[in-house]
């Protein structure tokens, strides 16, 4: 039995050690890895960030509170404030407020006139003269001739040289040239079925985004619901500043992130936004174009033809620099052209005596001026009002 003995002892000495072996294996495994390794969905083992793991993010913490890793009670942050918003000044007031701006603008007109035509004896120099003043103000040639046809007949019959009868007939006969009759109501009005759609079109430089942005302000005003297009995707800042408009007022902007996307894309984009939103008015922006590139004139047809796909477009607002005289006609009459003007929207108005423009606009395009900019300030843009505008001029 002695062999058999010393097996036994081999046996479980052989036992110990490896017992001992695993013992000493699961306490190194341990030591080193920690708890037990997570899986991901996959199964595969969530490692340090090296290249081939898979990170498994931790949930944030609820909004408003913040993590207190030493077991204690979450602690609540204080909420950031609410941004107050700016209440822009109501327009129907604008213009008799901006109107001693406008009378400082525009009196060199009716100055110079009321000089010429108190004159006794008025002869043929001094029509001439009146004339040029007249051509000089952007009223157009015929408008021109209209008016001193009128004034010389007035003079003439009445044989008259009174300062303030000269100033009363010179009043009437420029508020008839304006035509007070034309409706120069912004059409803002939500259908049943969908928002207000406004195109705004115009060439480089003439302050039209500046312009969509102080319109929001001008409907925020009056308690509409509205929302930006911005779909002038050529410049990036554009849809920034316009963005930054509507901040202001809580006017929401449908924009795209990418630089040259398709203006029709996003303008389709607003549109849809706005009638799923149920807003009242969708301001649409568009790039400034040349009116002698043919390409870009033909883009502003595909805006208008994209977004009637969504809802019909109710008023094409062009905006006009006041200070470019002929060629902003001829600017216009290229617009007109490609779509249809219901509207014009004269800027930079404050410094100029370029007053005249009004009457060649409207004659030329058969649409009235609607909306006048008079500052650079964010509510100095007013509904156009003809007795007002005249007032000023005459003085």
Same mark, same amino acid.
């Given at each position: 039995?002695? $062999?058999?003995?010393?097996? +036994?002892?081999?046996?479980?000495?052989?036992?110990?050690? @490896?017992?001992?072996?695993?013992?000493?294996?699961?306490?190194?495994?341990?030591?080193?890895?920690?708890?037990?390794?997570?899986?991901?969905?996959?199964?595969?083992?969530?490692?340090?960030?090296?290249?081939?793991?898979?990170?498994?993010?931790? $949930?944030? /913490? $609820?909004?408003?509170?913040?993590?207190?890793?030493?077991?204690?009670?979450?602690?609540?942050?204080?909420?950031? !404030?609410?941004?107050?918003?700016?209440?822009?000044?109501?327009?129907?007031?604008?213009?008799?407020?901006?109107? /001693?701006?406008?009378?400082?603008?525009?009196?060199?007109?009716?100055?110079?006139?009321?000089?010429?035509?108190?004159?006794?004896?008025?002869?043929?120099?001094? +029509?001439?003269?009146?004339?040029?003043?007249? *051509?000089?103000?952007?009223?157009?040639?015929?408008?021109?001739?209209? %008016?001193?046809?009128? %004034?010389?007949?007035?003079?003439?019959?009445?044989?008259?040289?009174?300062?303030?009868?000269?100033?009363?007939?010179?009043?009437?006969?420029?508020?008839?040239?304006?035509? !007070?009759?034309?409706?120069?109501?912004?059409?803002?009005?939500?259908?049943?079925?969908?928002?207000?759609?406004?195109?705004? @079109?115009?060439?480089? #430089?003439?302050?039209?985004?500046?312009?969509?942005?102080?319109?929001?302000?001008?409907?925020?005003?009056?308690?509409?619901?509205?929302?930006?297009?911005?779909?002038?995707?050529?410049?990036?800042?554009?849809?920034?500043?316009?963005?930054? +408009?509507?901040?202001? @007022?809580?006017? $929401?902007?449908?924009?795209?992130?990418?630089?040259? /996307?398709? !203006?029709?894309?996003? =303008?389709?984009?607003?549109?849809?936004?706005?009638?799923?939103?149920?807003?009242?008015?969708?301001?649409?922006?568009?790039?400034?174009? *040349?009116?002698?590139?043919?390409?870009?004139?033909?883009?502003?047809?595909?805006?208008?033809?994209?977004?009637?796909?969504v809802a019909p477009v109710g008023e094409v607002l062009l905006v006009l620099d006041a200070t470019t005289g002929q060629n902003g006609m001829r600017q216009a009459e290229e617009f007109a052209k490609e779509v249809a003007i219901t509207g014009i929207v004269?800027?930079?108005?404050?410094?100029? =005596?370029? #007053?005249?423009?009004?009457?060649?606009?409207?004659?030329?395009?058969?649409? !009235?001026?609607?909306?006048i900019g008079l500052g650079e300030g964010p509510d100095d843009l007013a509904p156009f009002d003809p007795e007002a505008f005249v007032g000023a001029i005459v003085g």
């Amino acid at each position: 039995m002695g $062999p058999i003995n010393e097996l +036994w002892e081999i046996l479980t000495l052989v036992t110990v050690v @490896v017992l001992g072996g695993l013992a000493l294996l699961v306490a190194l495994v341990r030591g080193r890895g920690g708890d037990t390794a997570t899986l991901d969905r996959d199964g595969r083992t969530a490692g340090d960030g090296s290249e081939g793991d898979v990170l498994v993010e931790e $949930p944030p /913490a $609820p909004s408003g509170e913040v993590e207190n890793r030493g077991g204690g009670v979450a602690v609540e942050e204080p909420e950031a !404030p609410t941004p107050t918003l700016e209440r822009p000044d109501s327009a129907r007031g604008r213009l008799q407020r901006l109107r /001693a701006r406008l009378a400082r603008s525009n009196t060199a007109i009716g100055q110079a006139l009321l000089s010429l035509l108190s004159r006794g004896g008025l002869d043929e120099q001094a +029509w001439e003269d009146v004339e040029d003043t007249l *051509l000089a103000s952007d009223l157009g040639v015929e408008a021109t001739q209209e %008016l001193v046809d009128s %004034l010389r007949t007035r003079v003439k019959v009445e044989g008259t040289s009174d300062v303030q009868q000269v100033r009363q007939w010179l009043y009437d006969d420029l508020l008839r040239l304006v035509d !007070p009759s034309l409706d120069r109501r912004i059409a803002a009005s939500r259908s049943a079925e969908h928002p207000a759609v406004i195109l705004v @079109v115009g060439v480089n #430089g003439t302050g039209k985004t500046t312009t969509v942005g102080k319109l929001g302000r001008v409907l925020v005003a009056e308690d509409k619901d509205v929302l930006f297009g911005a779909a002038d995707t050529f410049r990036a800042a554009a849809a920034d500043q316009l963005q930054t +408009w509507g901040e202001r @007022v809580g006017v $929401p902007t449908v924009r795209s992130h990418t630089e040259g /996307a398709d !203006p029709a894309s996003v =303008a389709y984009d607003a549109v849809r936004g706005g009638v799923e939103a149920e807003v009242d008015v969708v301001l649409v922006d568009t790039a400034g174009r *040349l009116h002698t590139k043919r390409g870009l004139m033909d883009e502003l047809g595909k805006i208008k033809r994209v977004v009637e796909k969504v809802a019909p477009v109710g008023e094409v607002l062009l905006v006009l620099d006041a200070t470019t005289g002929q060629n902003g006609m001829r600017q216009a009459e290229e617009f007109a052209k490609e779509v249809a003007i219901t509207g014009i929207v004269l800027t930079k108005m404050d410094g100029t =005596a370029k #007053g005249g423009i009004v009457v060649n606009v409207q004659r030329k395009l058969g649409v !009235p001026v609607k909306l006048i900019g008079l500052g650079e300030g964010p509510d100095d843009l007013a509904p156009f009002d003809p007795e007002a505008f005249v007032g000023a001029i005459v003085g």
